[in-house]
């Protein structure tokens, strides 16, 4: 019986980690430090509040992942359908060095950060980042319309972007 408990609070506690829903970024996400591609620190807060008044895209992506890569010829349509949209990428490469290459490489357009705390770091924790791609999608005024969406074709996050 007691293997059964151990087991079914595993399981459920599993299920609500991928099923998290958050409508806000915590004081520790929003404080987390991105660098930009002139090499500056920013809070991601900073990054949201310049967007304040747009929705925004956001792509959590790195330029080695091959499910990244194999889902931006779908981001790259919905910048051309959402032109009202903006699109933000936040990058977990290894290194500025091939972050910026693949921007470069891969011809995305928007606007770049390079996640310099990574996976574990505030950002990449609240987010519960457990695989990339990882899309989200904020309102206007900052709030979460979309938490997890690991394909561009999920209903949820299209239905967002309307």
Same mark, same amino acid.
């Given at each position: 019986?007691?293997?059964?408990? #151990?087991?079914? =609070?595993?399981? &459920? ?12 970024? *915590?004081?520790? @996400? ?23 008044g747009s929705a925004v ?14 889902g931006l010829p779908g #981001?790259?349509? =919905?910048?051309? &359908? ?12 290894? *290194?500025?060095? @091939? ?7 891969l011809k995305i357009s ?53």
């Open positions: 019986m007691k293997h059964i408990l #151990v087991f079914t =609070l595993f399981i &459920t506690t599993v299920l609500s980690c991928q099923n998290r829903n958050e409508t806000q970024f *915590s004081l520790e @996400a929003l404080n987390d430090k991105l660098i930009n591609l002139q090499g500056d620190s920013v809070s991601f807060k900073s990054i949201l509040e310049k967007h304040k895209f956001v792509d959590v992506w790195a330029s080695w992942c091959k499910d990244c890569l194999k #981001v790259k349509k =919905l910048q051309e &359908t959402h032109q009202e949209i903006d699109f933000v990428f936040l990058s977990l490469d290894k *290194s500025q060095v @091939a972050w910026k290459k693949g921007i470069d490489r928007g606007e770049h950060y390079f996640m310099q705390s990574g996976w574990k770091g505030a950002l990449g924790t609240f987010l519960g980042l457990d695989w990339i791609p990882r899309y989200l999608i904020i309102d206007k005024d900052g709030g979460i319309k979309v938490f997890n969406a690991i394909e561009t074709t999920d209903k949820k996050l299209l239905n967002n972007l309307k």
